[in-house]
């Protein structure tokens, strides 16, 4: 979100690799900026925030798996190269179709005249009929607005008729133009009758508009077989919004003789009530207040019983937002007191950890997408009697494809210039990578690169850090990103289990665009010992910030306490937004 306010795609603190064979030669965490422009180009700038140098490239992606790029890398070397990237192996999800679509602008180009109006399948008395609805007549100009308008009369012309279930297919053909004459098209209406239709309702006093919602729901139908369905739906919804909350209906298609379809909706009413309202049961998140806001706006009340399915998605969505992914919405049996109905809403929220379960899911690297969704079972009696609503946990993964394998050809200015010593500038270089081994989040990469002053080959075993660490601008300043934690091994943090971090800050305006900050933080990564107060790192310092019309701009100076061996005497950084 930080990054689209200023005005690019992403903001990111964390290692980065740029080269094309997988390396851990510099493992520096970075602060790497990213915006993607017009035509598939790419910007991306990248500061080390060890050693300060800087990275930018520029990348050009003509293709999904082809990219050509133009890099300075850590004020160093300068490189040209092309990539192609493929994954293969299991896991994936199929690729959205290419088949692309052309659209036409009603303003736009030359416009169109329409040359002819085809209409089939019809006698020539019903075509006249049909042609005096439309708009849009030989020598007329074309209007996409208007071919919508005229297909809607026609289809209207055989629902007034009755004969709801017929079909008007509409297309439009270009012709080619010749000389530079201006484009023509002809318009064609396919039209296939069917068979003449009736609705009848019994078990109760239907009036005219109710029968007429029923035709409009039949003629509507996409599919014939679904017609019956349609209408016993149109038919419940009315009957709800005329306070009769437990209807049943039923609907029958027949030929009653040959040629004519009768659709009979069977109406049993059950009672009316004059009050219609919603309850609750099982929420401890929110208040009843919090959802009956959900139905307080005018008709909410009506649409919620009328499909309650969409009341109960919008309560769980609420629980999702609030980290409750997990929780299970549905409705219970209408309850009928004197004149008022009650549809109660019945919550089983579960818990806040279902999210984190999703999040470690996850960050174990295995899988590009995680989600638990808690299902209802049938209840025992013990469980019935003790009000205990057992739920079966689904969990859906997708994993992404395991095998991972670039290969590229680099122009690099590393053994002098590019175009003076061209034999020594170019090299070609392929990594293969699976991304998955042994079922875990670990990463083997295999690569090799080849140029007249370089023959290599490089393995790169990494294994995913789902523990924690902190230091850095966000936590405990004057300490380098992540490198504070439970211990190390070579010089290099190891994460804990136990995180506690403090910061204190007192400001300063000094003007109308900037402000003076003094700053205490305090924090440190725990193993299984637990938190050991005297083991927290310190970090004292002074900064500003700068007010811009969308976020403020941060610039510290931590220095860190205790100084440990190797570490400079102070850091300063760079971030946008406050730190809290």
Known sequence: MAGQTIGVDSVRIGTENFELVSSDLNPATRLTVSKTLTNGFELIFSNNLDDYTTTWIVVYKPRRNLEFRVASLDNTDQTIEVRHRFTFGPGGQPAPGDAKTRAQSSSGGPQETVDAVVIGGEPDETTARLRSLLELAPGRTFDFRKWLRDHERIRRFYIDAGYLTARVIPTRTLLDSAGGSKPRVVLEYRITRGPATGVVVTGWAADSSFVERLRMAWASTTFDQFAADDMSRVAREMLIDGGYVLPVVQTTVSETRPGFLLATVKVQTGPRVAKKAVTFEGMSVFSEQDLLALVATPGATDRAWRNPADLCLAISEA?????????????????????????????????????????????????????????????????????????????????????????????????????????????????????????????????????????????????????????????????????LGAGEIQGIPIGGTRLLVLNQEFRVSVSKLLQGVVFADAGNAFGSEGIVWQNLAVGLGFGVRIRTPLVPLRLDFGFPIPRRPGDPTFRWYISVGQIF
Not at 362 to 369: D, E, M, N, P, T
């Open 319 to 483: 629980y999702a937002a609030a980290g409750y992914r997990g929780a299970v919405v549905d409705t219970g049996p209408v309850l009928v007191v004197g004149d008022i109905a009650l549809l109660p809403v019945r919550i089983v929220e579960g818990q806040a950890a279902i999210a984190a379960t999703e999040r470690r899911l996850y960050q174990l690297g295995v899988f590009s997408a995680a989600a638990i969704r808690l299902e209802p079972v049938e209840a025992t009696a013990r469980e019935a009697s003790s009000a205990i609503v057992p739920v079966r946990a689904a969990v859906s993964v997708v994993e992404p494809r395991r095998f991972q394998f670039v290969y590229g050809l680099e122009f690099s200015n590393a053994y002098g210039p590019v175009f003076e010593n061209f034999q020594n500038a170019v090299g070609v270089a392929a990594d293969v990578r699976d991304r998955n081994l042994l079922g875990r989040g670990m990463s083997l990469s295999f690569g090799g690169r080849y140029d007249p002053n370089i023959k290599s080959v490089r393995t790169l075993f990494t294994v995913p850090d789902l523990l924690f660490k902190t230091g850095g601008s966000q936590t405990v300043r004057g300490y380098p990103q992540e490198g």
